[in-house]
């Protein structure tokens, strides 16, 4: 997986962010799912790309492989360590908007 990411990425071009992670979310095998999300977090780190919002989409793929059904009811723990790590890596305002806690508080988002 990540020399598809190497490869596929190399120049660092945002457009083809978006399309990786679209692929992640369609990848079915979370094992895969995960090494292919951090090996594009890895490279988003390379060109110094943390603050895009093609980075908040891969903490939205994580969210949503993090929530199927088949991800929470089976032992996926070693697929779920990676994908906790990089869920981690999340910074906070993100974090509380994705995961917010307590589960289900609600708040208002203002854009000034």
């Given at each position: 997986m990540s020399e598809f990411v190497d490869f596929y990425y190399d120049n660092g071009d945002l457009k083809k962010a978006d399309l990786l992670v679209s692929v992640a979310r369609n990848i079915y095998y979370y094992g895969a799912a995960q090494l292919y999300l951090t090996s594009l977090y890895k490279k988003m780190v390379e060109f110094d790309q943390l603050?895009?919002?093609?980075?908040?989409?891969?903490?939205?793929?994580?969210?949503?492989?993090?929530?199927?059904d088949n991800f929470s009811t089976q032992d996926y723990s070693?697929?779920?360590?990676?994908?906790?790590?990089?869920?981690?890596?999340?910074?906070?305002?993100?974090?509380?908007?994705?995961?917010?806690?307590?589960?289900?508080?609600?708040?208002?988002?203002?854009?000034?």
């Open positions: 603050r895009t919002h093609e980075c908040f989409a891969i903490f939205t793929a994580v969210k949503f492989l993090m929530s199927q070693s697929v779920r360590s990676p994908l906790e790590k990089l869920k981690a890596k999340t910074p906070r305002c993100l974090r509380l908007l994705l995961w917010p806690e307590p589960a289900g508080a609600n708040f208002i988002v203002i854009n000034k």
